[in-house]
């Protein structure tokens, strides 16, 4: 379901709010990277021994693609909330 998000108003950060939001940026980057570094991983193991532990391998790559879209999302939510943007 996609929104349109419009600011309510003008926005004013403090630079304490700007370094936040930018150290939340920079831990989710790193998050999902490392995230798709497991799924990376886990591919390559397939290709490479697909006779071995395929199951868990193939459950460790579908976690990891929820886990990073979640942590997505929650800095999506957060920048959407300190900019005061809002769904029309």
Do not use: C, W
């Not at 990277?33 to 021994?49: S, V, Y």
């Amino acid at each position: 379901m996609a929104f349109s998000y419009k600011p309510s108003g003008p926005v004013t950060l403090s630079e304490a709010q700007i370094l936040a939001l930018h150290q939340k940026l920079r831990d989710m980057r790193h998050d999902i990277n490392g995230r798709l570094a497991n799924i990376t991983a886990a591919a390559e193991l397939m290709r490479m021994r697909p006779e071995q532990q395929r199951a868990e391998r193939l459950q460790l790559v579908l976690e990891e693609a929820f886990r990073a879209k979640d942590l997505l999302v929650a800095f999506s939510r957060k920048l959407e909330s300190e900019l005061g943007m809002k769904p029309q």
